[in-house]
């Protein structure tokens, strides 16, 4: 690795991890980088998912204050730790172009779900209006779901958990957020633990990418609790469309 390739790396890195803390979807600023620097796909993506763990633990301590109490999040981890183990094994044994071409969709659906989030609620029923029981099985269904895709690509996994658990949870944008923060770091950690015992993970690109996505991570967890609703609301949407229109660009060209 040269030193421009370096540079490339670590300014994705820094973007990647401050994106992912306020919408999701750095990972389609780090993988691209990692493909303009010789990996190959497979071993760029499985890279990727190892090198951005580290700006979701940043964006967990930027977003704890708005995190709820630990008991209500304990019953998600396992969730989100077997989902992510299925979704990885799939990675590594499975042609990925099928999955490829149903990403764009998964990602455009999630954003027109946080984009429309209104009207679906007064179709589907207000989340105080939910019963217990059905908003557990609707909230472990959307971290089962978001945890498989997390494990297999990842990009875009903030804006498809903000856009299901805003939907289901009356709480704010910031925790919905925080949770989304939460979530991602588990996906992360355990995406990291699978491919580094199994994955043909570069560890020089990872060495150069982790450490700027840990400052960007902070950086944007922050900048999320400062944000009004709305704006929060606005940027994820955007992002996600953008994202999901990329995705569709790449798997149809």
Do not use: C
């Not at 989030?117 to 909230?139: F, I, K």
């Not at 150069?208 to 944000?227: D, F, I, K, N, S």
């Not at 955007?238 to 149809?252: E, H, N, Q, T």
């Amino acid at each position: 690795m040269d030193l421009s390739h370096a540079v490339l790396l670590l300014a994705a890195g820094l973007a990647a991890g401050t994106v992912n803390a306020v919408a999701g979807g750095g990972s389609l600023i780090t993988f691209p980088a990692m493909i303009a620097i010789g990996l190959p796909p497979v071993p760029a993506n499985v890279s990727n998912s190892v090198a951005v763990f580290p700006g979701y633990v940043a964006s967990v301590a930027g977003s704890r204050m708005d995190l709820p109490p630990a008991r209500t999040l304990a019953a998600l981890l396992p969730t989100a730790v077997l989902g992510t183990i299925a979704g990885s094994l799939v990675l590594l044994a499975t042609p990925a172009r099928a999955f490829e071409v149903v990403v764009p969709f998964l990602v455009l659906g999630a954003t027109a779900v946080l984009a429309f989030q209104d009207p679906l609620r007064r179709l589907v029923g207000h989340p105080r209006d939910l019963t217990p029981r059905r908003r557990t099985v609707t909230v472990q269904s959307i971290v089962a779901l978001g945890s498989v895709y997390g494990g297999y690509f990842g990009a875009a996994l903030g804006v498809m958990l903000v856009a299901g658990l805003a939907l289901v949870l009356d709480a704010s944008l910031a925790r919905v957020s925080a949770i989304k923060n939460l979530l991602s770091a588990v996906v992360g950690l355990t995406t990291l633990v699978v491919f580094a015992l199994f994955g043909p993970v570069n560890w020089a690109a990872v060495a150069v990418v982790a450490p700027a996505t840990l400052v960007g991570g902070y950086v944007g967890a922050r900048l999320v609790r400062r944000l009004p609703p709305v704006v929060l609301k606005t940027v994820i949407v955007l992002f996600g469309s953008v994202i999901g229109l990329f995705l569709l660009w790449r798997a149809l060209g």
